[in-house]
């Protein structure tokens, strides 16, 4: 062909590229065939060879031993694939390959030591950071999934144990009464309103919009019960944290943090957003948008620490003490708005409670009998009061919660949501090695052997793995709402939350704990007191099963309910 710019000379590049196909065009059929089975072959030479080095692992004796790999097809991918699209199931088969409490598992060349014997897992989540460290994962995650631009590492470093100790701001007192009576304050307001019955859509509160509600008549609406209990108590829970301009300013926030989370793989596997997969784009968009709103709320408290409140953003004075205390560590840091964090702050606190209501009041709706069981139990520390009316005009009537008294004097209540939690929790902690080390299976087991974890690698503990043994939860897919009631020394009854790790372990046991415990209760209790609820469909009541997300799962389907205003005395 001629060249139309005159230049003549061969280029050596095309010509390689030529030759080389010009050689495949004219090579024998042998090579083809190589060439087509080369692959085949590697993949059969890496299960056999993966699998004949976990067999070797497996000849346990009373010395030290080599963590078992569950073999594997493919290399360098190793189990990825299969982590990617279902790693709960991942997880469970590869432990019925095991008996040992610990095997490993190559994750795109990484090894990731996955440990469910309880003396294990203990033993591991008391080494020290120095052993198996904490903070390069967490910092890695503030990068990849929120977005904290990687040259502000330096300053999050420097700043690192002020921001770890603030975070017990939200354990300890007076600060986690503070915000938890701001979020209990919401939840009374709201519960008692959250139906409309109306068939307008304009007049739907948000949490009835996004359950997609229905009006049936005019004293009953039918709703998915995940999607409004989420909205309801993210709405409570950002009023006590953030305060409540936050919302007004930004309705959709609660919406895009669900989004997020439903990227959080990709993200963390650093998949950017052009990759034309299903599930990758949505999520970057949410993050977008929460960026944001976080950068102006950030500007805003700016704004407010330097005495010159920005009046689009109104009172921020009903703002937590935790997030001001984290916003002075920033100032004093010099870490910029975009360099901020606390949208991990706002992610942890809606992404987990805000699903196990959902959960816990199914469980307790679909077991026969519980219901009744519980408003007597509760009813001292839920009390609803008649509504102020004039003619036939008349208030939602008024639930006055005691939070204290839910979550200490009320042991079946609290045996059920410890249930719930064991049941739809799937919590993971992960370390990665610093030095090598050995853990040790409990020496009370006929099956006790040690193992030797090597530096560089990781350490995964799946606390689902244990919450689901039979060994220590007799019929374990049944939620048993007595499971962890026990008898005090005194012969009263109260709850023991026993060998299960909800809330991850260690050092970086979840710091929201107590506040989640609190708010969940109080959002449970308040709706069983005040509405009454059936199944919509014919099926009567179905347990969905569960999706995995970071710690409590979602619905694999929607629960769609009928919802009724309970009937009171004074109704009568
Ligand atoms: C039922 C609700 C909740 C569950 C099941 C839950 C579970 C977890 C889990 C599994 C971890 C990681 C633990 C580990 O790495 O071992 C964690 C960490 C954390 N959670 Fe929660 N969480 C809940 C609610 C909350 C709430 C409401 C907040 C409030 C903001 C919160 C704040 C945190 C924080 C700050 C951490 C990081 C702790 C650290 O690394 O020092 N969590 N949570």
């Known amino acids: 062909m001629d060249d139309f710019y005159g230049n003549d000379e061969p280029n050596p590049e095309a010509g390689l590229v030529a030759q080389s196909l010009n050689f495949l065009l004219e090579a024998p059929s ?48 190793g189990h990825g694939w299969q982590f990617l699209m279902d790693p709960v199931r991942l997880l469970r088969e590869a432990r019925s390959q095991t008996q040992h409490g610990i095997y490993a598992l190559n994750l795109g060349s990484k090894t990731y030591n996955v440990i469910y014997d309880p003396a294990m897992v203990k033993a591991a989540l008391q080494q020290k950071e120095s052993t198996l460290q904490l903070t390069p994962m967490a910092l890695s995650l503030v990068v990849k999934v929120f977005g904290v631009p990687k040259q502000a590492l330096p300053k999050y470093e420097a700043a690192w144990d002020e921001f770890v100790a603030l975070s017990n701001y ?11 009576k701001v979020t209990a304050r919401s939840v009374e307001n709201m519960v008692p309103k959250m139906i409309s019955f109306t068939d307008r859509e304009i007049d739907l509160q948000p949490w009835e919009r996004h359950g997609r509600a229905n009006f049936v008549s005019e004293n009953e609406m039918e709703v998915d019960l995940m999607a409004m209990l989420r909205d309801l108590l993210g709405h409570a829970a950002v009023a006590g944290v953030f305060g409540k301009s936050l919302l007004e300013k930004y ?43 976080m950068d102006e709320f950030q ?94 005009f008349s208030e939602a009537p008024k639930l006055n919660l005691d939070h204290e008294g839910l979550a200490k004097k009320c042991p079946l209540f609290k045996s059920t949501y410890l249930e719930a939690l064991r049941m739809c929790d799937q919590p993971w902690s992960i370390r990665t090695v610093a030095s090598d080390l050995v853990l040790s299976t409990s020496n009370t087991s006929d099956t006790a052997s040690s193992f030797k974890i090597h530096k560089g ?61 609190s708010e969940c209760l109080a959002l449970v209790a308040g709706v069983l007191m005040m509405w009454e609820f059936e199944p919509a469909g014919t099926t009567g009541w179905m347990i969905p099963k569960l999706k995995k997300a970071s710690a409590v799962s979602l619905p694999e389907v929607d629960t769609r309910v009928r919802i009724r205003r309970r009937r009171f005395e004074w109704d009568e």
């Not at 943090?257 to 949410?286: N, R, S």
């Not at 939350?497 to 050092?507: D, E, Q, V």
């Open 30 to 77: 042998a090579v083809w065939v190589t060439i087509a089975l080369a692959p085949i072959l590697v993949i059969i030479a890496t299960r056999i060879f993966s699998g004949y080095a976990s067999r070797k692992a497996s000849n346990y004796s009373d010395s030290v031993n080599t963590v078992p790999m569950i073999p594997y097809w493919i290399p360098f991918v």
């Open 170 to 180: 939200l354990l300890k007192e007076p600060h986690l009464s503070n915000m938890l």
């Open 251 to 293: 309705p959709n926030i609660l919406h895009d943090v669900y989004e997020l989370e439903t990227g959080m793989i990709y993200f963390a596997m650093g998949v950017p957003a052009w990759i034309p997969f299903p599930g990758v784009v949505g999520p970057h968009l949410a993050r977008r948008r929460l960026w944001t709103a």
């Open 299 to 392: 500007r805003a408290l700016d704004a407010d620490f330097a005495g010159n409140p920005d009046p689009m953003w109104g009172d921020l004075d009903d703002v937590s003490e935790f997030i001001m205390e984290r916003h002075k560590v920033y100032q004093k840091y010099n870490i910029e708005v975009k360099e901020r964090a606390d949208l991990t702050v706002l992610w942890a606190l809606l992404i987990n409670s805000n699903l196990l209501v959902y959960w816990h009041l199914l469980h307790i709706l679909a077991t026969p009998g519980l219901v009744d069981r519980l408003r007597t139990e509760i009813a001292p520390f839920t009390q609803v009061a008649k509504p102020f009316s004039i003619g036939s």
């Open 457 to 517: 690698d990781f350490i995964k503990i799946p606390h689902e793995l244990h919450m689901h043994n039979p060994v220590y939860f007799p019929d374990p897919s049944s939620f048993n709402p007595e499971r962890f009631l026990v008898r005090a020394d005194d012969g009263s009854l109260t709850t023991d939350m026993g060998t299960i790790r909800p809330y991850g372990g260690g050092a970086s046991m979840c710091k929201g704990r107590i506040f989640a415990e």
